[in-house]
């Protein structure tokens, strides 16, 4: 195995895919995520946090980040120009983030026994 680095952004379901592929092992099937290095900037990035029974999920795609609150509310940001996430864009477009909705309510459908079952 050679050390290596990338550049490219990543998400917490890489590390599994990742880790099998330095060991020399099989992919496991149902895992999320990609082997680091094999995919390019376009690819969508979904994360999902609970913190003090709010749950929250994301994805982030070619620099913006559209966060869903399982309260109901979304926010947008482009984090390229805004990296702090000072100013949500949502309020003023929310037509801007229909991509970013289709591509993260199948991921909120996934987690929602989860969150329910957390509550």
Do not use: C
Request: charged residues 25%; glycine residues 8%; hydrophobic residues 35%.
């Amino acid at each position: 195995m050679v050390p290596g680095a990338s550049d490219l952004p990543t998400s917490h379901y890489d590390l599994a895919p990742t880790i099998l592929d330095a060991l020399g092992l099989p992919g496991r099937e149902g895992l999320r995520g990609e082997v680091i290095g094999t995919f390019g900037y376009d690819r969508p990035r979904f994360s999902h946090s609970m913190r003090d029974e709010v749950s929250l999920q994301s994805v982030d795609l070619q620099g913006r980040r559209l966060i869903y609150n399982w309260a109901g509310a979304y926010e947008l940001y482009d984090y390229l120009a805004d990296p702090q996430e000072q100013f949500d864009l949502y309020p003023d477009d929310p037509e801007s983030a229909q991509d970013l909705i289709d591509l993260l309510a199948p991921e909120v459908e996934r987690y929602q026994e989860l969150v329910e079952a957390a509550k």
